[in-house]
């Protein structure tokens, strides 16, 4: 049976993604994929720019094709465009016999199976997730977004989605009321969202396995005691997915964080000098 990946993005992304999706076949040999590329605007050349440099053979792409207008009215960052709400309704955009799909930002790449990740018990939530935040962080964000109590601010870079049960529950109207009566506080736009509205309904799921970046990855070195402490063996053998949160990417001259030989492992799909101008530029990047 196929495992079943969402990707949001536009037409700046393709190549990280080719990337991200030759490291989720290199690191699952013995699964085979089926990928919704949700977007609004990506042409046929685009998806041919990725059945050259990705495998076909265990991958199987679905157009998800968006209507552009779906949140015109959304706000929107530079690096976080409307693509990024796209994952918010995956449970109606999706075929209704796909009860749960694994969401994986374009900016990641997997370097061991996902098989216990993508198999997680639900536990009657929503969504499984990591936190990248610690205490005051946690604090603030949940006052900011009038979370419950105990919940944990995630992020929506690798998140678990219960569709089936999304279905039964998810008020599409009340997510678009949510847009525009909190607009002037989404910072993180639609993982301030899923947050705001889902946060009493998250399965927490270990950072340090399934969704490490950088900036994780040193503040748990500083904020946790010695005998936690991770060191880069302790990374490459442990750790599911790397994930390049924010504006550093190692695709980029100016990277300087301590991940980017993960990204270098599966990097030869994409051409070298396209990937080193920093010509492209993030769509789903969540800091």
Known sequence: MKMNILVTLNSGY?????????????SNTNRDFRVFVAHSS?????????KKHVPMQRCELVNIRVPAAMFSDAPVLERLPKETYYRLFA????????????????????????????RLDFKGNLFA??????????WLNRTRLHMPEGSRYINAGVMLMNLELLREVQDVQAVFDYIQENR?????????????????????????????????????NLLTRPSRHVDMEWV??????VHYCGKSKP????????????????SGCVEED????????????IA
């Not at 989404?186 to 490490?212: F, K, R, T």
Request: net charge neutral; charged share 20%; aromatic share 10%.
């Open 14 to 26: 393709i190549k990280p993604l080719a990337v991200m999706l030759n490291s989720l076949l290199s």
């Open 184 to 220: 002037k506080k989404l910072y993180l736009l639609d993982q301030d969202i899923l947050n705001g509205m889902y946060g009493g309904s998250i399965l927490p799921v270990d950072a340090l396995l399934y969704n490490l970046d950088d900036r994780y990855l040193l503040n748990h």
């Open 274 to 285: 396209e990937t080193k101008q920093g010509r492209i530029q993030p769509v789903v990047s």
């Open 91 to 118: 449970a109606q955009l999706l075929p209704r016999e796909i009860n749960r799909v694994l969401y994986l930002d374009p900016d990641l790449v997997v370097v061991h199976p996902i098989d216990r990740l993508y």
């Open 251 to 266: 695709w980029k001259a100016d990277y300087k964080g301590r991940l980017g030989c993960f990204y270098e492992r599966y």
């Open 42 to 50: 990506l042409t046929e050349q685009d998806f041919c720019y990725l």
């Open 236 to 241: 490459a053998k442990n750790v599911v997915i």
């Open 129 to 138: 997730a990591a936190s990248h935040q610690f205490g005051p962080m946690q």
